[in-house]
């Protein structure tokens, strides 16, 4: 499965996977006329992410959201367009993409990196092998992961909390790339 969002970009965290979503709180501008204009560009994009079709090139919808994002830019708003896929993306259509790293995932983008990092849930964050976005870099890394959360005592949360018997690399493995504007 593909996707594509407009991703806040926090300064408390390192962590650049597919556990984000712009949300209206990540907009701090004080001037109405500009946070109302915003308002209706965030209800138009929700609308958007609601409806894509996502079995598509995700590289393709850069264009309908590009203006929403270069608004949010203009208004200082750290965020980033990203795409993730359950495989290598290869076909990016006219743009640039900068791969981040792997994210180990639910079909509803709850990511296990980003659970951890909170709640070391799993393991201590010092002792996976991390880069700076706080993703793995190989896929080898992702599945030892995997694998150290189903074998853990908290196999029941792990379970529960991915919602599927498949713990296989095509469900829960996300290749995470911005896109360079």
Request: hydrophobic share 35%.
């Given at each position: 499965?593909?996707?594509?969002?407009?991703?806040?970009?926090?300064?408390?965290?390192?962590?650049?996977?597919?556990?984000?979503?712009?949300?209206f709180s990540d907009i701090k501008v004080q001037d109405n006329?500009?946070?109302?204009?915003?308002?209706?560009?965030?209800?138009?994009?929700?609308?958007?992410?609601?409806?894509?079709?996502?079995?598509?090139?995700?590289?393709c919808y850069v264009k309908d959201i590009l203006p929403f994002?270069?608004?949010?830019?203009?208004?200082?708003?750290?965020?980033?367009?990203?795409?993730?896929?359950?495989?290598?993306?290869?076909?990016?259509?006219?743009?640039?993409?900068?791969?981040?790293?792997?994210?180990?995932?639910?079909?509803?983008?709850?990511?296990?990196?980003?659970?951890?990092?909170?709640?070391n849930s799993f393991a201590k964050n010092s002792h996976l092998?991390?880069?700076?976005?706080?993703?793995?870099?190989?896929?080898?890394?992702?599945?030892?992961?995997?694998?150290?959360?189903?074998?853990?005592?908290?196999?029941?949360?792990?379970?529960?909390?991915?919602?599927?018997?498949?713990?296989?690399?095509?469900?829960?493995?996300?290749?995470?790339?911005?896109?360079?504007?």
């Open positions: 499965m593909s996707a594509i969002c407009i991703a806040p970009i926090s300064s408390k965290s390192k962590y650049r996977g597919v556990d984000r979503f712009i949300d006329k500009i946070l109302k204009e915003l308002g209706a560009m965030y209800l138009d994009y929700i609308d958007f992410d609601c409806n894509y079709d996502n079995s598509k090139n995700v590289c994002y270069l608004k949010l830019k203009e208004n200082k708003v750290d965020c980033e367009i990203i795409i993730y896929d359950n495989n290598m993306v290869t076909d990016t259509g006219d743009y640039i993409l900068n791969f981040l790293g792997i994210d180990v995932a639910n079909e509803f983008s709850e990511s296990l990196i980003n659970d951890n990092a909170k709640h092998p991390l880069n700076e976005n706080f993703l793995f870099d190989d896929v080898s890394s992702a599945k030892s992961f995997i694998e150290m959360c189903k074998n853990s005592d908290k196999k029941e949360y792990f379970e529960t909390y991915l919602n599927t018997d498949d713990f296989t690399e095509k469900n829960l493995i996300k290749y995470v790339y911005s896109v360079v504007i």
